[in-house]
């Protein structure tokens, strides 16, 4: 009987643990900032992103930015070298490929990229996909000199 009543309160216990912890957080979200970095492609007007993404290149503890840029005749990446620091970032302008990355154009409204370690080598990879396929380039540089392979 006394083991019951320690696995009914231990059940008890877990149960109001599991309440307490699943709790739904509402967030707070304040109103969207229109361009907070100053991040232009270079011809804005004609040309459009379809992926942004954030990690340390150049490993110096900061954010940088890739971006893959596409308009009627060109696709391309971009790369944004923060040169702030990681409490108020500062990009520098567009850099085109500067990793000779090559986008597949075939259809490029349908094209994202994200950024990480994907392989744990301690460097940023690069990961695209178009439609149904999986692009992943990988960086075989370092985590201070990056360099792709596709």
């Known amino acids: 009987m006394k083991m019951v009543k320690r696995v009914s309160v231990f059940l008890l216990i877990s149960f109001a643990l599991i309440a307490v912890c699943s709790a739904a957080i509402t967030p707070n979200f304040v109103s969207p900032l229109t361009n907070p970095f ?3 492609s270079k011809d804005s007007a004609k040309i459009g ?5 954030w990690g340390d290149f150049d490993s110096d503890g900061d954010l940088d930015v890739m971006t893959l840029v596409f ?3 060109i ?10 620091n990681s409490t108020t970032p500062s990009y520098t302008q567009a ?3 500067p990793f000779s990355l090559l986008p597949d154009p075939s259809t490029p409204s349908e094209f994202n990229i994200g950024c990480g370690d994907i392989d744990d080598d301690d460097d940023i990879d690069i990961v695209g996909v178009v439609q ?3 692009y992943f380039y ?3 540089g370092n985590a201070t000199v990056p360099s792709f392979n596709p």
């Open 95 to 97: 850099v085109i490929n």
């Open 75 to 84: 696709s391309y990446f971009s790369y944004y070298q923060n040169i702030g």
């Open 71 to 73: 308009n009627t005749s």
């Open 138 to 140: 990988n960086n075989t």
């Open 49 to 53: 992103w379809f992926g942004v993404c």
């Open 132 to 134: 149904r396929e999986v």
């Open 38 to 40: 100053g991040l232009h």
